[in-house]
């Protein structure tokens, strides 16, 4: 079955640097994959979905890559700020096009 | 503006108490889910539902049940609670093959 890792060590940068994210699946390319960010105590927020014919997409600050060769994505959020302090969790879909699996997430602190 | 909501956000129970956590989306979405989160294991599906009167299990579905009567609830019920079922739980709403919105979350603790 399909799992997902991500790195469960928080990644503590400074302000103004760019956060680079990881996400890597174990078996077949899914036809998408989506990234999230959970603040904690609430909900997460859907951020960004990438398709699998796509390599890369951008919104505003961030951006997300995709590559099947590798079996990877990596999330980044360039000129960083301490308000991007949060868990981002990496989803894509298993046992059926709507079902998503989520990795564990990575926590990002941004430091002034 | 749509949302998706939960309810009780907190509760306490007893072991092998049944216990009911509502949630209710007024996106109009076919897809519902209810996932668990825990630290060290992320997010888990429990049941997730394609419509009314349409049901499924997830990778996480003892001890647990859903019934979808109409397009904007999908109470979760814990039969016999157990410790093991003291968790976060989320609820989220989706349409085909696009992003899911989820609910503030419920915090359940079983004594």
């Known amino acids: 079955s399909q799992k997902i890792e991500q790195n469960s060590e928080a990644l503590n940068i400074q302000e103004g640097k760019t956060a680079t994210l990881t996400c890597n699946y174990t078996?077949?390319?899914?036809?998408?994959l989506q990234w999230y960010r959970q603040d904690p105590g609430r909900g997460p927020v859907f951020l960004l979905l990438i398709r699998e014919n796509e390599k890369e997409k951008r919104k505003e600050r961030l951006k997300v890559t995709f590559d099947t060769t590798l079996k990877q994505s990596l999330f980044h959020i360039t000129a960083s700020q301490p308000a991007d302090s949060a868990t981002y969790l990496c989803?894509?879909?298993?046992?059926?096009?709507?079902?998503?699996?989520f990795g564990a997430g990575t926590r990002l602190a941004v430091h002034p | 503006d749509a949302e998706i909501t939960q309810s009780p956000r907190h509760k306490i129970t007893e072991t092998g108490r049944q216990v009911t956590l509502a949630c209710h989306q007024t996106w109009n979405h076919n897809n519902m889910f209810w996932y668990r989160q825990d630290l060290g294991h992320g997010l888990r599906l429990i049941h997730y539902s394609y419509g009314v009167q349409d049901t499924n299990k997830g990778e996480v579905s003892d001890g647990y049940s859903v019934s979808r009567s109409n397009t904007e609830d999908l109470p979760l019920t814990l039969e016999s609670a157990a410790s093991s079922q003291t968790s976060v739980y989320f609820c989220?709403?989706?349409?085909?093959?696009?992003?899911?919105?989820f609910g503030p979350g419920t915090r359940l603790t079983v004594t």
């Open positions: 989803a894509l879909p298993s046992g059926g096009y709507n079902k998503l699996i």
């Open positions: 989220a709403s989706s349409e085909w093959g696009t992003e899911q919105y």
């Open positions: 078996n077949y390319s899914p036809a998408y």
